[in-house]
């Protein structure tokens, strides 16, 4: 073999051997602004770092190309006009990126599968969280709003809500194996602490940790994941542990932020009451309350009332304005809380009558019924 045909396969190999490396060229074009800038920003578990920017040509059109990329996808965000387009890329790739108009909602990628399977959550989701703003700010610019158009706009706004939620839920369920399902693991609406149900979302976190290790080993994604998963189990041990009562145990948040565990009552008769500042019947119901509350507090009757509801404003008001004395709490997250689903409520009101020993002994009383019990049960 001469010299010269072992140089050109020499050449070959590398040029093969390139094509596998590193390099992912980015580009497209941006119509609809006068702003020149774009930013590229890599998102690594512990830091987000811009790592290269350009400025639009006349016709929008731009370049970016990162030399040493990973050869598994990671996650990028292209930043213009204060919009953020997140984008999943690995060595090799030629990625196009275009939009026209609102760059969010209309932007279209080409060159990467992990990158469109993040555009078809990410475009709906961002779409959802911006309409609930809408709605949001309807209900906070009109003063003179009939009870009739409030109840509108809030159903309105919690039909969207659980809309979101179910979508994202189901991206992730049918989408476990893929980094755009990490994604969209992480993704909040205003307000929200959790994903659906606090450290019950395990499951969805553990399945999705499990398919992406095996697609996607050496991502430094999953061991975070992991991570996120293992301090979610580690958490509920610790509730189990410490909560030693027959019933669910729950923590939520009064209106000065404090954090208050319905165990922490134990040893009194606790009524469990769950209302909601938007129903029209909650002043009646509670000002029964407040009478009965007052003739057995001092015998070791308690009330944990948790508002279903998502609009902090309205549910502190309700309370100030009720002067209601007993521990009132909530999570905002309104039917999505996951105070209904440990104690399977289907109906609002609802409430669950906890004897000093810790069991359950009634739910749904009121009244003279709710009266009869507390004579029993406080002797």
């Known amino acids: 073999m001469s010299k010269k045909t072992l140089f050109v396969m020499c050449a070959a190999v590398a040029g093969l051997c390139g094509c596998q490396s590193s390099k992912v060229r980015i580009s497209g074009r941006f119509v609809g602004s006068d702003v020149k800038n774009i930013y590229l920003e890599?998102?690594?578990p512990l830091r987000q770092t811009v790592v290269d920017s350009t400025t639009l040509a006349d016709d929008g059109s731009y370049r970016f190309q990162l030399r040493e990329a990973s050869g598994t996808p990671s996650l990028y965000n292209l930043i213009y006009n204060g919009e953020r387009i997140p984008l999943l890329l690995?060595?090799?790739d030629r990625v196009t990126v275009n939009s026209v108009g609102s760059i969010v909602r209309n932007y279209t990628v080409e060159g990467s599968d992990e990158s469109e399977l993040l555009r078809q959550f990410y475009q709906a989701f961002v779409a959802g969280a911006q309409r609930l703003d809408e709605i949001a700010q309807q209900f906070a610019a009109?003063?003179?709003?009939?009870?009739?158009?409030?109840q509108t706009l809030m159903k309105q706004y919690t039909d969207e809500y659980f809309r979101i939620r179910r979508e994202q839920l189901r991206f992730i369920v049918e989408n476990p194996a893929s980094l755009a399902a990490v994604y969209a693991l992480y993704q909040r609406l205003p307000g929200d602490?959790?994903?659906?149900n606090g450290d019950s979302d395990v499951v969805y976190y553990r399945q999705v940790a499990e398919a992406v290790e095996q697609k996607y080993p050496e991502s430094p994604y999953v061991q975070s994941l992991l991570a996120e998963v293992a301090r979610m189990d580690a958490r509920i041990d610790l509730a189990s542990k410490i909560t030693e009562t027959s019933y669910p145990d729950l923590e939520m948040t009064d209106m000065f932020g404090k954090k208050v565990r319905l165990s922490s009552l134990a040893g009194k008769v606790i009524l469990l009451d769950f209302w909601s500042a938007e129903l029209g019947t909650s002043n009646a119901l509670n000002a029964d309350l407040k009478e009965i509350y007052a003739r057995y507090a001092d015998r070791g009757f308690e009330v944990y009332q948790i508002a279903v509801d998502v609009s902090k404003?309205?549910?502190i008001n309700a309370v100030q304005e009720q002067q209601?004395?007993?521990?009132?709490?909530t999570d905002l997250r309104g039917r999505a809380s996951s105070s209904l689903m440990l104690y399977n409520v289907q109906h609002i009101p609802a409430n669950f009558l906890i004897d000093k020993e810790g069991s359950i002994v009634a739910k749904d009383l009121?009244?003279?019924?709710l009266e009869a019990k507390l004579d029993e049960l406080l002797r």
């Open 42 to 44: 890599e998102v690594l």
């Open 90 to 92: 690995s060595g090799g």
């Open 142 to 150: 009109a003063e003179d709003l009939s009870e009739e158009q409030r």
């Open 193 to 196: 602490a959790y994903l659906f």
């Open 313 to 315: 404003p309205l549910w």
């Open 324 to 329: 209601l004395p007993w521990i009132s709490v």
């Open 366 to 369: 009121y009244g003279k019924s």
